[in-house]
C-alpha cells in the first residue's frame, strides 16, 4: 500500500482528511465561511447565528446523510431553515442529535417546531423517534415527509423518495415562517406543495462514498434513468441520448398519466422548475439541459414561472441532473420569490423563463467598415488558386499538426486549421473573393475571426486586418513588405510574442516571396531547440518540447502555399 495519503485506496480517491471525519469536515468548513451559521456543540447540528431572531416563530428543522451537498446546510438562513441535522455520507442522522437541536430552538423561545424529512427509511425513523421524544418533554414539533420522485410507474409501499423537490419546501416553509404563519398553517401549505411536484433523476455517471467503490457501473454509451441521490437503482438504462431527446424522454415519463408517480401537468399550467446538477455534471452541460426544459415545456404549453439553475441537492459527484417541476399559484410564487439569507439559495430572478426573449439587434458596421465587394477576371481566379491551395495544404496537415500540437498544447492545431481552411473553401464557392488586396486581406480576417476559434484565429485575424492598411492605397512589392512588418508588429504587440519564443510568429519574416517562405520553413524548424516564452507551451518543460511549434509549421506552410499558388 502506498504510503502517500492521496493515493490511498481508503479514501477512495477524494480528497478528504478522513472518512470518518468527511461530514464534520465539511460543516466546519461552511461555518467557518459563513458566519451566518454556528454548530451545535457535541453534535452534527448546524443552527443559525441569529437564533434570538426566531422567538415567536416557528423554527424549520430538516438534514440527512451528507453527501448532497450544498444541501441542507446551504440552505441556513432568514427565509429558509433554523437549522439542520448532518448524518455520515448517505446516513441518516442521530436521534440524539435531531433531539439536541429541536430542544435548541424550542429554548430559543420557537412557536413551534417543523422537521422536513425526506421519504427514506432511516430519516423517517430517526426524525420520528426525536419527535415522539420532544413532544415528551412538552414541544410542539411537526413533522413533514417529502416524497418527489416520479420515477417509479407503480406506487411502492415505501412510497416516493424524497429529492431535490425538498430544497423548495424549504423555501416556501421559511417564507412562511419568517411572515409569522402558524405551525398548523404552514404544515397544511407546504403538505400540499409537496404533492403538486415532482422530480425525476438521470445519470451519467455513478458516484463513490468516501473509502468505497462506485455504487453501481454505467458503460461509456449508457445513461441511466429515475435514480435516486445515494446511486439507489433507476427504472430504465438506455443508450446515451441528446440532451433535447433525454429531457424530453424525462418531462415525457414524469407526466405520463400512466405512470402512478406522475406529476398531472396540463396546458396552461404555470411552474417552478428546478435544473439540479447531481455533482459531477458541467455547467456547459446544464446550461444545455435547462434550455431544452424550457423549450420543452413551452410546447407543451406550460408557463415557466421561474427557474433554477445549479446544484441544489447533489449525489456526491455524479455527473448527472435532476428535473423538478412544481405546480404554482400566485401565492407559491410569492414565496419562492421571498427574500433569504441562506447562501444556497440563488439570486432568482423574479420574472419567468422563456425561450423567446427578443435578442438585441446586432450594431451596424461603422461607416468607416470595409466593403468586401467580389470581383472576377484574371486577379479573381488568381486568388481563387492560391486560396484553394492554402486550404488544401491545411486539410492535409491536419493530422500532423494535431500531433504536434499534442506535445505543447491541447492537441486540436490541425482541427483548427482544417476548420479554418473549410469555412474558406466555403467562402469561395459561395462567392468570389475580392481581388483587392485590401479588401482580400481584411475580408478573410473577418471570416477567420468568425469561423476558425482559438488563439490562432485571433492572431490571423490580427496578421490580415494589420497588413491590408498598407495595401490600400498601393499593392506594389513595397507596399506588400510593409503589410508584411504590420501584420507582424500586430501579432507581437497583442499576442505577447517574439521571434524566438516558440509560437507561430517565429514562422512569420519580412523579405522577398522565396526569402520570406525559405527563412518561414528554416524558422518553424528551429522552434523544436527553442524555450517556448509565450503561448501554451510556455507552461510545459522545454525538456518536454522535442518537436517544432504546430503554428509556425502552419504558418510556414500557409506561406509556401501562397507562393506556389502564384507561381501556377
Known amino acids: 500500500m502506498s504510503s502517500t495519503p492521496g493515493c490511498d485506496p481508503f479514501f477512495g480517491g477524494k480528497l478528504v482528511n478522513s472518512v470518518a471525519g468527511c461530514a ?74 435531531i433531539l439536541a437541536a429541536i430542544r435548541a430552538v424550542t429554548q430559543a423561545g420557537a412557536a413551534g417546531t417543523l422537521l422536513i424529512v425526506k421519504n427514506y427509511t432511516g430519516d423517517r425513523l430517526n426524525f420520528g423517534l426525536a419527535l415522539e421524544r420532544a413532544r415528551a418533554e412538552g414541544a410542539d414539533v411537526r413533522m413533514v415527509v417529502v416524497g418527489d420522485d416520479s420515477a417509479f410507474t407503480t406506487l411502492k409501499k415505501a412510497g416516493r423518495r424524497g429529492l431535490c423537490g425538498t430544497v423548495l419546501i424549504h423555501k416556501v416553509a421559511g417564507a412562511l415562517a419568517e411572515a409569522g404563519a402558524s405551525l398548523n398553517e404552514i404544515v397544511e401549505k407546504v403538505s400540499a406543495a409537496a404533492k403538486a411536484m415532482g422530480t425525476l433523476g438521470l445519470s451519467l455517471s455513478p458516484c463513490s462514498v468516501p473509502g468505497s467503490k462506485p455504487t453501481f457501473q454505467l458503460a461509456d454509451d449508457e445513461m441511466e434513468l ?42 396552461g399550467a404555470s411552474v417552478v422548475l428546478v435544473v439540479n446538477n447531481l455533482g459531477g455534471l458541467s455547467c456547459l452541460e446544464l446550461g444545455i439541459v435547462a434550455g431544452a426544459a424550457v423549450r420543452c415545456l413551452e410546447r407543451r404549453g406550460v408557463s415557466i414561472a421561474r427557474a433554477l439553475v445549479g446544484s441544489f441537492m447533489t449525489a456526491l459527484e455524479m455527473a448527472g441532473v435532476s428535473l423538478t417541476l412544481l405546480l404554482v399559484d400566485k401565492e407559491l410564487v410569492g414565496l419562492i420569490d421571498a427574500k433569504t439569507t441562506a447562501m444556497a439559495w440563488p439570486n432568482l430572478a423574479t420574472a419567468p423563463a422563456t425561450s423567446r426573449r427578443q435578442e438585441l439587434p446586432a450594431p451596424k458596421e461603422g461607416a468607416g467598415t470595409t466593403q468586401h465587394e467580389p470581383s472576377s477576371g484574371p486577379g ?63 475580408a478573410l480576417a473577418d471570416l477567420l475571426l468568425e469561423k476558425m476559434g482559438g488563439s490562432s484565429g485571433v492572431l490571423y485575424g490580427l496578421f490580415l486586418t494589420a497588413a491590408a492598411r498598407p495595401l490600400l492605397r498601393s499593392s506594389d512589392l513595397p507596399a506588400w513588405a510593409d503589410a508584411m512588418d504590420a501584420g507582424i508588429e500586430a501579432m507581437q504587440r497583442y499576442g505577447g510574442a517574439a521571434p524566438g519564443d516558440r509560437t507561430m510568429v517565429s514562422a512569420g519574416v519580412p523579405g522577398d516571396v522565396l526569402g520570406a517562405v525559405c527563412s518561414a520553413e528554416a524558422a518553424a524548424e528551429a522552434t523544436k531547440h527553442m524555450e517556448a516564452g509565450a503561448g501554451r507551451a510556455s507552461y510545459i518543460s522545454s525538456a518536454r518540447l522535442l518537436q517544432p511549434d504546430p503554428g509556425a509549421v502552419a504558418a510556414a506552410a500557409v506561406l509556401r502555399a501562397v507562393l506556389e499558388g502564384l507561381r501556377s
Open 24 to 97: 464534520d469536515d465539511a460543516l466546519a468548513g461552511l461555518v467557518a465561511c459563513n458566519p451566518g451559521v454556528q454548530l451545535l456543540q457535541g453534535h452534527r447540528v448546524a443552527l443559525r447565528a441569529d437564533l434570538v431572531a426566531i422567538r415567536g416563530r416557528v423554527a424549520l428543522l430538516s438534514g440527512g446523510g451528507s453527501g448532497h451537498e450544498p444541501a441542507h446546510a446551504g440552505y441556513i438562513g432568514k427565509g429558509m431553515l433554523t437549522g439542520v441535522v448532518a448524518g455520515a455520507v448517505f446516513t441518516s442522522p442521530a436521534v440524539g442529535s
Open 226 to 267: 429515475g435514480l435516486g441521490i445515494h446511486g439507489e437503482a433507476g427504472v430504465r438504462r438506455m443508450k446515451m441520448l441528446t440532451a433535447d431527446e433525454a429531457v424530453e424522454m424525462m418531462l415525457t415519463h414524469m407526466t405520463d398519466p400512466s405512470n402512478a408517480s406522475h406529476l398531472p401537468l396540463s396546458p
Open 380 to 442: 479573381a481566379a488568381r486568388v481563387q488558386k492560391v486560396l484553394e491551395l492554402v486550404c488544401s495544404t491545411l486539410l492535409n496537415m491536419q493530422d500532423r499538426l494535431n500531433e504536434l500540437d499534442r506535445q505543447a498544447g491541447d492537441g486540436d492545431c490541425g482541427h483548427t486549421h482544417a476548420r479554418a481552411a473549410r469555412a474558406i473553401q466555403e467562402w469561395v464557392r459561395a462567392r468570389p473573393p475580392p481581388a483587392a488586396p485590401a479588401q482580400l486581406l481584411s
